[in-house]
């Protein structure tokens, strides 16, 4: 299982991005998929998940493309805080998806999101 999470940058204040998280060796009918954000100084923070329960309901819409296996995370309206490497992860456990870092198996290598003027 790899995971390849891409689309940061540096984008200022309001601003918004798209990251993509693209799933091999899995495919996303099955399996949960979680983002989480590591922001300097802070411990790692789980922003959204998706599963074939659905997607949680957070600051962040998050989505799948099953057949391009897939999945989005729409980071709207930025601020400073929202600094930071995000990452994906995955996990095959039933039932809906949470954002605890515990219950995923595979992770993504992040990909650096900056927010400054």
């Known amino acids: 299982v790899q995971l390849q999470a891409s689309g940061g940058g540096l984008v200022p204040p309001g601003g918004s991005l798209r990251l993509s998280c693209a799933a091999s060796g899995l495919s996303l009918d099955g399996w949960h998929i979680g983002w989480f954000r590591q922001a300097p100084g802070k411990e790692r923070e789980g922003l959204s998940c998706?599963?074939?329960?659905?997607a949680l309901d957070a600051r962040f819409p998050i989505s799948r493309d099953i057949a391009k296996n897939v999945v989005y995370l729409v980071l709207n309206n930025l601020r400073d805080d929202d600094t930071g490497v995000y990452y994906c992860?995955?996990?095959?456990?039933?039932?809906?998806?949470?954002?605890?870092?515990?219950?995923?198996?595979?992770w993504g290598q992040g990909t650096q999101v900056t927010v400054s003027s």
């Open positions: 998706i599963s074939n329960a659905g």
């Open positions: 992860a995955a996990t095959r456990l039933m039932g809906p998806c949470r954002t605890v870092g515990a219950d995923y198996d595979y």
